[in-house]
């Protein structure tokens, strides 16, 4: 008997199956997501002409303290980013696991399924022969 998997529904709505990693083919709305994460970044980029020139004008102890917080910032950020990509790797081979689980519990479930009707049936047949022995010896 083979094992069927069904698509379980995701909680974005989208048509997508919760166990997706194997056989992930991006969506025009993965793509779009990435189109606004990359809109957000370059419309939030730290330095515009007008910083810039005014950054030039600027002494250089305060140029120095500036340059100092945001690379202390980027680094902050670089941490966070691959703090959430451990915890996004984590979570997809969890994922995957559980997805292979749910088959197999399955799987069991339909095979003793399948079991528990066989020996349903065999008890009743027993019951329909012990009947008929029962009613055979009375007479």
């Known amino acids: 008997m083979s094992a069927h998997v069904e698509e379980e529904p995701t909680s974005s709505g989208t048509d997508v199956p919760m166990c997706f990693a194997v056989f992930f083919i991006p969506s025009i709305e993965f793509f779009q997501q990435h189109v606004k994460i990359n809109q957000f970044y ?3 980029y730290p330095f515009t002409h007008k910083e810039l020139l005014d950054t030039l004008q600027k002494d250089p102890d305060e140029i120095k303290r500036q340059l100092s917080e945001a690379l202390r910032k980027l680094t902050v950020l670089k941490v966070n980013e691959k703090k959430l ?3 996004y790797v984590t979570l997809l081979e969890r994922e995957q696991h559980l997805c292979k689980e749910n088959s ?8 003793m ?3 528990v009707t066989q020996r349903i049936g065999y008890l009743q047949r ?3 022969q012990e009947a008929q022995f029962t009613q055979q010896t009375q007479n």
């Open 42 to 44: 370059l419309s939030n």
């Open 85 to 87: 990509t451990r915890r």
């Open 113 to 115: 399924q399948v079991a």
């Open 104 to 111: 197999k519990l399955r799987d069991e479930s339909s095979h």
């Open 126 to 128: 027993y019951k329909v």
